[in-house]
Nanobody
């Protein structure tokens, strides 16, 4: 069983910073870990991803403000969010794409999400 557990969300004033963490557990070979967010009444949107080689991609809306990174074991991913804006308010979800041990299928797993609220 693969589980992703996010932490680090909260309430912050505009211009402030937060650091989200996502820890993956289970027998899985992870190819990509990423962050998505969903604001009320909107679709879930891509924020950032990091692959097994360490390459990163970001949505234009967060470039230069958010940084994705991971630990040496490649099972925990972080999202450092700086210069936060009220429009960053959303539930932030962690995702992991990989192959479960003993399987040949690539599957995407999701965490339950963590709320980030940015006040103006």
């Amino acid at each position: 069983q693969v589980q992703l557990v996010e932490s680090g969300g909260g309430l912050v004033q505009a211009g402030g910073s937060l650091r989200l963490s996502c820890a993956a557990s289970g027998s899985i070979s992870i190819n990509v870990m990423g962050w998505y967010r969903q604001a009320p009444g909107k679709q879930r949107e891509f924020i950032a991803r990091i692959n097994s080689g360490g390459s990163t991609n970001y949505a234009d809306s967060v470039k230069g403000r958010f940084t994705i990174s991971r630990d040496g074991a490649k099972t925990t991913v972080y999202l450092q969010m700086n210069s936060l804006k009220p429009e960053d308010t959303a539930v932030y979800y962690c995702s992991a794409v990989g192959v479960v041990t003993g399987s040949t299928y690539t599957t995407t797993y999701w965490g339950r999400g963590t709320q980030v609220t940015v006040s103006s």
